[in-house]
T-cell receptor, first 113, second 119 residues
């Protein structure tokens, strides 16, 4: 099955700086890559996703890049704010025939004011 | 979070108790999921229901028993649990178009979870 590895496990950044989280996946057939943000006491919330026919996608301060050849994808948060502090999860799936989202272990992001 | 709701939010139970977790989605989706989230581990998929039919049972012990009476409701019945079953149990839903249109399942939306502690 699909194996998703996520790095780093913890990330501390100064407010206003950028944060980057990287994930690698093992199954070259994976074609859907969502990112979730989980705040304390809440369930994971989708913040951005990308499909394999696109190399980059941006939504305001958040961007995701995908390198299919290297089988890795990254989340970039620019101009970080204290409310960006949370646990972020990457995931991968084969949307054509699979119900499974394979998740990374998560990155705890702390934005220092 | 109002799209997918879960009750109770917190549950403490003994190993001999029987309890149930409830999930309800208000998004018009037709696929629902149970996940287990333990500290420092990736989310683990437990069960998947699509069009009220179980399509995935990810080698989950029989002390966990799911029930999906309709496309909006999902239950997880618990009995004779072990302390290592303590975790956050998350419900999710999505619009499953694969079984109807041979196009993949859509984005999963999560509820807030039930924090379960087994004594």
């Amino acid at each position: 099955g699909e194996n998703v590895e996520q790095h780093p496990s913890t990330l501390s950044v100064q407010e206003g700086d950028s944060a980057v989280i990287k994930c690698t996946y093992s199954d070259s057939a994976s074609n859907y890559f969502p990112w979730y943000k989980q705040e304390l006491g809440k369930g994971p919330q989708l913040i951005i996703d990308i499909r394999s026919n696109v190399g980059e996608k941006k939504d305001q301060r958040i961007a995701v890049t995908l390198n299919k050849t290297a089988k890795h994808f990254s989340l970039h948060i620019t101009e970080t704010q204290p409310e960006d502090s949370a646990v972020y999860f990457c995931a991968a799936s084969i949307r054509s025939n699979d119900y499974k989202l394979s998740f990374g272990a998560g990155t705890t992001v702390t934005v220092r004011a | 979070e109002t799209g997918v709701t879960q009750t109770p939010r917190h549950l403490v139970m003994g190993m001999t108790n029987k309890k149930s977790l409830k999930c309800e989605q208000h998004l018009g989706h037709n696929a629902m999921y149970w996940y287990k989230q333990s500290a420092k581990k990736p989310l683990e998929l437990m069960f998947v229901y699509s069009l009220e039919e179980r399509v995935e049972n990810n080698s989950v012990p029989s002390r966990f028993s799911p029930e999906c009476p309709n496309s909006s409701h999902l239950f997880l019945h618990l009995h004779t649990l072990q302390p290592e079953d303590s975790a956050l149990y998350l419900c999710a839903s999505s619009s499953d178009t694969w079984r109807e249109f041979s196009v993949g399942t859509d984005t999963q939306y999560f509820g807030p979870g039930t924090r379960l502690t087994v004594l």
